[in-house]
């Protein structure tokens, strides 16, 4: 790799206007798709990169390098930066060269975005727009501000050549051997050290943090969690304030018979997330638990709701799922809000 970069080197010093030739990066994305998350159109992946013109005030436009349909949770991209505009990326942000955070050889590095969408007008395209707006695409998932794990390095040549050779040593690691301006990244916002390649992660969900990651620079204010919105609808005889108590944001009585049987399985028959079953000697509660991240601006907050019923185990509903369909819990109180627990089998 040293020979290529003499060879790229010598290259430009007799000719000034030529640039080296780099070898694309690479980087695979395993996704998972939250149960919750509904998709009626094609799911596609674009690969973004956020530019500024050096001007007060000036907007934020967004180049597409790769768009492809998504046919597989394990989507291995090949990375190319755009033609042109390489000086008017942002947020640039510092990166070592070494496998740790202090190491005294750094350069400038850039993050391409990755934008997992929900191509809802169907025209097979990312439409940039939806980053802003939210619309005509539902961007469902992307890399998060807080999690590295690819960078592109600019005037990558210059960096090297100041490198030790213990530096261009943990270089050759973080680029998987190739003469190319992408490395594997660890670290947030401006704090990136280079770290050997690796898979990585990407929730999808329906929640505002990726594309609000993206128009605020990955500068977005702390994910507050509120207290947990909880409804709850009791069955007679239980007397709704002794139930909730002050737990919950409403609690009524209602007849659970007459209510229609609420969804409690996937199409697999397997129980949906965040629907718990939990008892003690008095009651039964079944709970419905649903998380959202809404983004206002480049402020975040958790939104958490809960929905639930009460009931004595002998004036359960026919459609009770407790414990035949969605197994007890068997820790906590019966009126914990929460999404997961252990259960009895």
């Not at 934008?115 to 939210?134: A, Q, R």
């Not at 019923?309 to 109180?333: K, L, N, S």
Request: include cysteine; charged fraction near 20%; hydrophobic fraction near 40%.
């Amino acid at each position: 790799m040293r020979r290529a970069l003499a060879l790229a080197t010598l290259l430009v010093a007799c000719q000034p206007e030529a640039q080296p030739t780099y070898e694309p990066g690479r980087v695979t994305l395993q996704l998972s798709i939250a149960e919750s998350l509904v998709l009626e159109h094609p799911l596609r992946i674009a690969t973004v990169w956020v530019v500024q013109e050096d001007e007060e005030d000036a907007p934020l436009e967004y180049l597409v390098t790769d768009d492809r349909s998504v046919t597989s949770t394990t989507v291995a991209l090949t990375l190319e930066p755009p033609s042109a505009r390489l000086d008017e990326l942002t947020p640039t942000e510092s990166i070592g060269f070494g496998f740790n955070f202090t190491s005294t050889a750094r350069g400038s590095a850039y993050r391409p975005r990755f934008m997992i969408y929900e191509d809802l007008n169907d025209n097979g395209g990312f439409d940039v727009e939806s980053i802003e707006d939210g619309a005509p695409d539902r961007i469902v998932g992307g890399d998060s501000s807080f999690n590295a794990f690819v960078a592109y390095v600019l005037r990558l040549d210059s960096v090297l050549s100041q490198l030790s050779t213990e530096q261009y040593a943990a270089y050759e690691v973080a680029s998987g051997g190739a003469y190319t301006p992408f490395v594997g990244v660890i670290g947030t916002f401006d704090d990136l050290a280079i770290a050997p390649p690796r898979v990585a992660s990407i929730p999808l969900s329906d929640s505002d943090v990726p594309r609000a990651s993206v128009y605020c620079r990955h500068q977005l204010f702390g994910i507050e969690a509120p207290p947990v919105d909880a409804a709850v609808l009791v069955n007679p005889p239980l007397d709704p304030l002794v139930v909730c108590g002050t737990n919950a944001t409403s609690c009524e009585a209602a007849t659970l018979m007459s209510l229609p049987a609420p969804v409690v399985v996937d199409e697999e028959d397997e129980p949906l997330a965040g629907v718990t079953c939990r008892r003690n000697a008095q009651l039964e509660m079944l709970t419905f638990y649903a998380e959202r991240v809404a983004c206002d601006g480049c402020a975040c907050v958790r939104d958490r709701s809960v929905e639930a019923f009460a009931t004595t185990a002998t004036a359960a509903p026919d459609w009770w799922p407790c414990p035949a369909t969605i197994p007890y819990c068997i820790e906590g109180p019966v009126a914990a809000f929460t999404s997961t627990c252990a259960v009895t089998r």
